[in-house]
Nanobody, 118 residues
Framework: QVQLVESGGGLVQTGGSLRLSCAAS????????MAWFRQAPGKERTLVAR????????FHADSVKGRFTVSSDNAKNTVYLQMNSLKPEDTAVYYC???????????WGQGTQVTVSS
């Protein structure tokens, strides 16, 4: 089992910035990658960004490319999502997730609300 604790959400104005953090604990050897998803009301949960646990290879969805940056501090077992130039359409609950060796997102955080006001 892997436990995930997220922090850093909140209310920000358009154009502002937030940094989300996700601290992992437990069976860390099972982690292949860590990712951020988001889900807006009435919409499906979608992948925002991902970083491999060894090697640090990253992926960013087109909708956030150039504005959001995923990074990790393996010494702290923590992944971050730096969000700049936020837009109202970025408003959602953001979830941290662990992808295990079977390439499935097996473990999920509790979610943190990000609200961008216009």
């Amino acid at each position: 089992q892997v436990q995930l604790v997220e922090s850093g959400g909140g209310l920000v104005q358009t154009g502002g910035s937030l940094r989300l953090s996700c601290a992992a604990s437990g069976r860390l050897s099972s982690i292949n990658a860590m990712a951020w998803f988001r889900q807006a009301p009435g919409k499906e949960r979608t992948l925002v960004a991902r970083i491999t646990w060894s090697g640090g290879r990253t992926f960013h969805a087109d909708s956030v490319k150039g504005r959001f940056t995923v990074s990790s501090d393996n010494a702290k077992n923590t992944v971050y999502l730096q969000m700049n130039s936020l837009k109202p359409e970025d408003t959602a609950v953001y979830y941290c997730a662990v992808r295990t060796s079977d390439l499935k997102y097996t473990y999920w955080g509790q979610g943190t609300q990000v609200t961008v006001s216009s």
